[in-house]
């Protein structure tokens, strides 16, 4: 899809996509709510949905083409489950938020779910909306954080440092939870953990995973050489369950 | 006009569908407004970009949300918020701004809105600016996209009565040229003119939402020909002269003479009162009697 499109993004999307794929799979209930605050992992997203039916080959086809629906950012409409336009960074934990709220004061078991980069919490935007979530305790509000440790211009303690994410998060009153991003069954089990806050999961993963540019700086903006994607395509074969 | 408008939430707040936010402004103004929606009104604390991001999450389960601020903090801190959460989707959240204008007066130019409307106006949001206070409950009741109403004071001489709310609304007869006010300019231009005589003085017009489709078409057969004067609190770029001016050569109706005033921002350098400002700017009772004697 990307490699069609010549898009780039393709470390962020490969670091979300196991959480994505169990988040979907296994625990979004069809009231559930999710906002993709991290926008530039639409890729991803969409293959998820695809994966449950929800897209076509074809509309896959479309991806970063003319008119298409399916754009490098969520338009947030004309796609089931995208509620939001999201691509502008520190977006997300805020919609997120007056979501959980409106389902609580609706008074129903709705839960949410937002998924953020790392590199995002240097958005001032984000620790608004965390405040506000733990004085509301949202505990029916989950923020997913794929902490790939890479983002545009250097690594995530390189450009700004928020030192130890998860003593900061906690510190504001979330409960934090830490876990391998790759790992179907760690992930599993941080979604599953009750919470009496709003709950943050921190996932662990390596940005550009299984491409010839894994944990590299060019995964974020580069889009795959033919090279990178049959080295891609070769490791996938190699790892498909048999 | 702000206990206006709280008196206009106070009677909707019976509606269910309603939530108001505040960033932790409204002290002695909103007490009522807290006490008729109960856990419908939230305090969100300072933080303007959550503000626009939460409500625009409320609107998307169905709620009408108003978010109030002062006017600068809401429109110009939280922009993007604005454009991507509430006017991409279209939502139904009014933003209301305190203070248009010079409204703040001494607390200085953090706390003036020049450049609201045309910031506003550019995404596509409705835009508000009521004139007196009873447009407050007409207003109120009619919000189902993207808002923003514009808070100032009602400046009319005291106990004149004007016609009932519409977005356009002639409040004042006269035979010199039209006069078009935008929101509370027009209680100001009342008082310039209400006791001139009919053949010296301009008919006044009202103007409360901008936008070329709510301009009566009567406007345009009385302006052929005449004097056109336009005047705003807000800056020349986007306003509603420049709006207007679109309009008339789009239309391809020629006024004798087109005549704008506007906010020109601290021309002196130098800050004050509303009234102050106003002067500055020529928007003042005694500088619009100058135009017309």
Known sequence: ?242 | MRKAFAQAMVEAASDPEIFFFTVDVGFMALEEVRDAFGDRFVNAGVAEQNLIGVSAGMAREGYKVFSYSIAPFLYARPFEQIRNDVCFSGLPVCLVGNGGGYAYGHMGPTHHALEDCAAMSSLGIRVLVPAFDEDLRELVKDISGPTYLRLGYDARPSGMAVPRYAPWRKVMDGKNGVLVALGPLAGVALAAFADCEFDKRPSVWSVCELGEGVVPDELWSAVSGSDFHVIEEHVAAGGLGMQLAHSLMKKGVHPARFHHRYALGYPSGTYGSQEFHRKQCGLDRDSLRGLFF
């Open chain 1, 1 to 242: 899809m990307h490699m069609s499109a010549n898009a780039g993004h393709v470390g962020g999307n490969l670091s979300c996509f196991d959480a994505l794929m169990v988040l979907f799979h296994c625990f979004l209930d069809p009231e559930d709510r999710f906002v993709l605050s991290k926008g530039h992992s639409a890729g991803a997203l969409y293959v998820t949905l695809w994966s449950l039916g929800m897209l076509s080959d074809d509309d896959l086809d479309t991806f970063c083409k003319d008119d298409s629906r399916l754009p490098g950012h969520p338009s947030g409409s004309g796609v089931p489950r995208l509620m939001f336009p999201t691509g502008s960074l520190g977006h997300g934990p805020s919609l997120a938020a007056g979501l959980a709220l409106a389902a609580k004061k609706q008074r129903t078991g709705r839960k949410v779910f937002c998924l953020c980069s790392d590199g995002e919490w240097q958005e001032g935007s984000c620790w608004e909306a965390l405040i506000f979530a733990v004085h509301h305790r949202l505990d029916n509000l989950t923020i997913l954080i794929d902490q790939n440790k890479l983002q545009g211009f250097g690594t995530t303690s390189e450009v700004v440092s928020c030192g130890d994410l998860r003593t900061r998060l906690s510190g504001f009153g979330a409960n934090v939870i830490s876990c391998d991003g790759h790992d179907v069954v760690a992930i599993a089990e941080a979604l599953q953990a009750e919470s009496t806050a709003p709950k943050i999961i921190l996932l662990n993963t390596v940005k550009g995973l299984g491409t010839l540019y894994e944990d590299k700086m060019e995964s974020h903006y580069l889009p795959l050489t033919q090279e990178n994607f049959e080295f891609t395509m070769a490791m996938i074969e190699r790892n498909r369950p048999q």
